[in-house]
């Protein structure tokens, strides 16, 4: 199991506009995500992994990402029609929220194949190189 290790003291450096470029610039260049995680390690003089950033994967992931925030928008929408139709008693509620439900399906079904088109193209890209 992993030590609990809180981090309660901090440090301040001022730098020149140069210099913090520079840094951000090197930082940039490794494979850490967090830039106090980057200055931790070299201040402790840890080893920092410079690796080659591959730009593609993270475009495709920030693409991945924003498909699955609108998914769970999409899916938590189908709930609370699906509950409020468990909750109604007039008919012409019913109706509204069955054409409420038939939009968000369709809006559904539009990201499944923008998903299926992206992942697609994305994989013949990749079968390209």
Request: hydrophobic fraction near 40%; charge should be positive; charged fraction near 30%.
């Amino acid at each position: 199991m992993k030590e609990k290790n809180n981090r309660t003291k901090w440090v301040h450096v001022r730098l020149t506009e140069a210099e913090h470029l520079l840094i951000q610039k090197q930082f940039k260049s490794t494979t850490e995500r967090q830039f106090s995680n980057y200055v931790r390690n070299i201040i402790l003089k840890k080893p920092v992994y410079a690796g080659v950033v591959n730009q593609s994967l993270k475009d495709i992931m920030a693409e991945l990402f924003e498909m699955r925030k609108d998914f769970n928008g999409i899916a938590n929408n189908l709930n609370q029609v699906v509950h409020k139709l468990h909750t109604l008693d007039r008919h012409q509620e019913i109706k509204a929220w069955l054409l409420l439900f038939e939009i968000d399906k369709k809006s559904l079904q539009k990201s499944m194949e923008d998903m299926r088109v992206y992942i697609n193209k994305t994989a013949d890209k990749w079968l390209q190189s």
